[in-house]
């Protein structure tokens, strides 16, 4: 796994990624149609890392190793829930997902999604992406989720504004902290098509409990079908 050279300190790299907003209160940068980042679909084969004088970022030194990652986005709960049953790890991490359409429901795509089929192509794994600038250097994990055009333009990636915005305020992708997503990058790029389910549905764990941030989620077993919201269903 290719390493980058850490520039950047970690006070500095807190700074910009922690904080939680649950109100949208910052200006922000991002433009588009709200399918994700049209700037992907407009120019497939662009650089996403072109600046290097930019700062980069110190890659965490006490990542576990997981054997079989999956990702569960709730849009009700705001959450982006890692967990690897193989070896028991979890995390809950606060979300940003993507405005609320007319009829009151976020424009990010539901469904049974993956990561990148190939975990060295930097289009589907950016480990750090400043074009257009507002993505700020942190990683872009790319999903298999289509706009209406079929292309792929949503990802996890960093908070956009100085902040994280906890709340329905993107284009559809889903934001996170940067010191967040740094971690879920380096933890699931090691495993090509880690699963990425994003339900509408507060995600419950195999106890029934509501997951979220600060809650340790009870694992469903190996082998176990989890227990998806209404609006994704089982996994095929």
Known sequence: MTRFVALLSLATLAAVA???????????????????????????????????????????????QLVSPEIIVSLDGLTVHLFDRATGYEEVYPAGVGVKNARGISITPTGHFTSGADSS??????????????????????????????????????????????????????????????????????????????????ELDAAGKKVDVGTHPALW?????????ASVGPRP
Request: charged share 20%; net charge negative; hydrophobic share 30%.
């Open 221 to 229: 077993k190996v082998g176990d079908a989890i227990h998806f919201g």
């Open 18 to 64: 922690v904080g939680c907003a649950d109100n949208v209160g910052q200006d922000d940068p991002e433009n588009g149609s709200g399918e994700g980042v049209d700037y992907d679909e407009d120019n497939p084969n662009a650089p996403l890392d072109g600046k290097s004088d930019a700062p980069h970022y110190q890659i965490p030194s006490d990542l576990p």
């Open 121 to 202: 192509d930097s289009w589907w794994y950016a480990p750090r992406r400043t074009v257009p600038d507002y993505f700020g250097g942190f990683p872009f994990l790319r999903t298999t989720a289509k706009n209406s055009d079929g292309a792929n333009t949503y990802a996890l990636h960093g908070p956009i504004t100085a902040t994280l915005q906890r709340g329905y305020v993107s284009h559809g992708c889903v934001r996170m902290r940067g010191n967040d997503v740094v971690r879920v990058f380096w933890m699931v790029k090691g495993h090509p098509s880690t699963p990425i389910t994003i339900q509408k549905e507060v």
